[in-house]
């Protein structure tokens, strides 16, 4: 990498750092909680289903031949805020954004399959990016009903998504790790230690059958996955075995790949695989803007 392109990342940092809304306390809770939301699966007693209306696929532009530039050089470095989805992608409104960027991450697809893997006695071993740019969208803090009445005004996400740029290498690789991993965890029982009172004075081990499982591919970008990721019931782990939740919504990741940018794409459980693929569609489009080689 040229020192101009070290110089032009840091005054990029250093403008969205001073533009930055930074969270107060109760919100970064509240993101840690919906980061892991499927962990916390087994004490929850109910979800929100999102009802969302399908709307016209985007088509992706034509590209060139997935090569790196003469020599090896990568001409683009940085990933641009423009290559994120954008608010006007999303069927509903929401606030502006909150995007971080980063420098040799590790592209995490789900962190609830990464404990899959490791309870299986296995490392996820996540592939570490070059860059990347991160960003979550949340309904308005306030939502009220036409008689004006607030129906509700705590953080509700909607959307996460990660966008990496990385190797040429790991291009060729990326998407035969993932299948790996998936097929490690198509059955996996989560064990959790929860309170089943409200006062906290009586714990038990919570059980519960996750899975996933790679439900369609190559429906955008030039590789591309939708995984499904399902929780069943959730019991007592003891003689009891009492029913303490429902099954979740299934909870569906799409990862995309443009030349040498991947984005990982998460929506609120509940979401349809086919809204969740045509917000796929339209992040492979805004990829185009920051791929190497470009669409």
């Avoid at 919906?34 to 087994?42: E, G, I, P, T, V």
């Avoid at 990933?79 to 980063?102: C, K, R, S, Y």
């Amino acid at each position: 990498m040229r020192p101009d392109d070290d110089i032009s990342l840091v005054e990029r940092v250093q403008q969205e750092l001073r533009a930055a809304r930074w969270l107060d306390t109760a919100e970064v809770r509240a993101v840690a909680r919906r980061r892991s939301r499927l962990r916390a699966a087994a004490v929850a007693v109910g979800v929100a289903v999102l009802s969302i209306p399908l709307m016209a696929v985007v088509a992706l532009p034509s590209r060139q031949a997935t090569t790196p530039a003469e020599g090896g050089a990568i001409t683009r470095a940085e990933i641009p805020f423009e290559a994120l989805l954008q608010p006007e992608d999303l069927p509903m409104e929401v606030d502006a954004p909150t995007v971080n960027a980063g420098l040799a991450e590790p592209i995490v697809i789900n962190p609830e399959l990464a404990r899959c893997l490791e309870a299986k006695g296995m490392s996820p071993d996540w592939d570490t990016s070059r860059y990347s740019r991160s960003q979550f969208m949340t309904r308005p803090d306030e939502v009220r009903g036409e008689d004006g009445m607030a129906l509700k005004d705590d953080l509700s996400i909607v959307l996460i998504q990660d966008v990496y740029r990385i190797t040429p290498e790991m291009e060729r690789t990326l998407f035969a790790g993932i299948d790996r991993r998936v097929e490690h965890c198509l059955a996996w029982e989560s064990i959790e230690i929860g309170s089943i009172n409200d006062d906290m004075t009586e714990w038990a081990d919570f059980h519960a059958m996750q899975s996933w499982a790679v439900v369609d591919r190559q429906f955008a970008g030039d590789e591309s996955v939708l995984i499904r990721h399902t929780v069943g019931e959730t019991r007592r782990g003891d003689a009891n075995g009492e029913v303490l939740a429902a099954p979740m919504p299934p909870n569906v990741i799409a990862v995309v790949r443009v030349g040498d940018l991947v984005t990982v794409v998460g929506v609120e459980s509940g979401t349809s695989e086919s809204e969740l693929r045509r917000l796929a569609t339209i992040a492979a489009g805004r990829l185009c803007v920051a791929a190497n080689p470009a669409c």
